[in-house]
């Protein structure tokens, strides 16, 4: 069977009796049968899904997790909403941010299935780190996350900390460094004192900013401090507390800072699949209303990051509100977005757009749009578009 390894998790999830992870392992279904073409049992899918989805969200213990809960790692204190935060000294701007499980409802992003894996391996350790101090082990959890911009890096940070039922010490290392590079070693210094002390998830993003002032040339001894500043600090980390780094620039990170985390995992821009769903999500019109359009931003979307792919299904969104629907087909409108979005459309996809609406449904076709999306996205018969597409 050709999803096997998808549905292995899925009833390993359901017998974990974890509603978010469950959806989310259907999910994985759905845009695996999307990718294969069999859009009728994705479609069939992903509506038993919805259906759960928001009969699930009504349910108020949505956030209490049963069996898997971490445990608490001794001595640590926990954190309130209203516990202060260090602040940097001259400024006396806050070091950090504190996001409580409760603050958001964070959907993981959709990421191919071998990322997925991962994440899944990932979360499972550090819900069980007692076995693995049971096996000799020493649970060190600790994940650096790499990718282009709005790629969902931030989003998985936040997910993951609500998975574990946590709270999140979030802050951005740019806005940890100072001027005064002494400044930058102690407020460094004072982050991880506070997240060492509270029972809490740290997320480091912008974490390359560290790696830049690495590269001044003018001031290299004291950017030796810092950077050792850093590494000291994710050593003493280590037993009080998961922490994920994120950064755009994995390629200024040295070898050294790479070594102190466990796993570095890499998030790609999505690929069609994911695209199709993403963009189905941003749409929220459900599977059976948009997803002709759903496909036609997706294809559009090529190379572009999750955050660009919104962008546009919502700018598309908000264009159709004002439209006459009956006399502008959702072709057309796709097209007048893509070509007045500051996000950058590849130009093979944007000379297809820019031809006369007749003149489309050939490419389009031969892209793999059926004549039903065909005559739907154009509004124009089935009959309309085979004939086009066959004319020479
Ligand atoms: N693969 C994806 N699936 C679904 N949504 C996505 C995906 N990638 C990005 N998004 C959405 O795009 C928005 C921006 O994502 P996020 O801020 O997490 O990206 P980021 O990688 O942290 O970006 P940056 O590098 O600019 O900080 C979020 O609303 C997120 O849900
Ligand atoms: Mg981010």
């Known amino acids: 069977m050709e999803h096997f390894p998808i549905v292995t998790s899925l009833v390993r999830v359901a017998l974990g009796n974890d509603s978010e992870r469950l959806n989310h392992q259907v999910q994985r279904l759905v845009d695996a049968l999307v990718a294969d073409g069999d859009s009728t049992q994705a479609a069939a899918l992903s509506k038993l899904l919805n259906r759960r989805t928001r009969s699930t969200e009504l349910a108020p213990s949505r956030l209490t997790r049963s069996g898997q809960a971490p445990t608490h790692i001794a001595g640590l204190e926990q954190l309130h909403p209203q516990t202060a935060v260090p602040v940097d000294k001259d400024s006396s701007a806050p070091l950090a941010t504190i996001i409580m499980p409760d603050d958001v409802v964070t959907t993981l992003p ?13 979360l499972m350790e550090w ?4 076995r693995i101090r049971e096996a000799g082990l020493s649970p060190s959890p600790s994940l650096l996350v790499y990718g282009a911009p709005g790629t969902g890096k931030t989003t998985l940070a936040l997910w993951l900390a609500q998975q574990l039922g946590r709270p999140v010490v979030l802050a951005r290392l740019d806005g940890l460094i100072s001027s005064f590079l002494g ?23 912008e974490f390359d900013a560290i790696a830049k002032v690495r590269d001044d040339p003018n001031e290299v001894g004291e950017i030796k401090r810092v950077v050792n500043a850093l590494l000291q600090n ?7 507390g998961v ?9 200024l990170l040295d070898p050294a800072i790479w070594r102190r985390f466990e796993v570095q995992l890499a998030v790609p821009k999505p690929a069609f699949a994911q695209r199709v769903q993403i963009a189905l999500r941003s749409l929220d019109a459900g599977e059976d209303n948009a997803r002709a359009e759903a496909l036609l931003l997706a294809w559009v979307a090529d190379g572009l990051s999750g955050a660009e792919l919104r962008t546009l299904a919502t700018k598309y969104r908000k264009r159709r509100l004002f439209v006459d629907a009956a006399a502008v087909p959702p072709a057309a409108t796709i097209a007048q977005v893509a070509d007045s979005t500051s996000v950058h459309i590849g130009e093979d996809v944007l000379s297809i757009l820019r031809l006369e609406p007749s003149r489309q449904l050939k490419p389009l076709h031969a892209a793999g749009f059926s004549h039903a999306d065909l005559a739907y996205l154009f509004d124009i018969s089935t009959k309309t578009v085979q004939r086009r597409v066959t004319e020479e």
């Open 110 to 122: 959709l990421f191919p299935a071998p990322v997925q894996d991962n994440i899944d391996a990932l």
């Open 127 to 130: 819900m069980n780190a007692d």
């Open 183 to 205: 400044t930058t070693a102690r407020n460094l210094g004072a982050l991880f004192a506070f997240a060492n002390r509270y029972d809490c998830v740290l997320v480091l993003d």
């Open 234 to 240: 994710l050593d003493v980390r280590v037993g009080r």
């Open 243 to 251: 922490t994920v780094a994120l950064t755009n620039h994995e390629a």
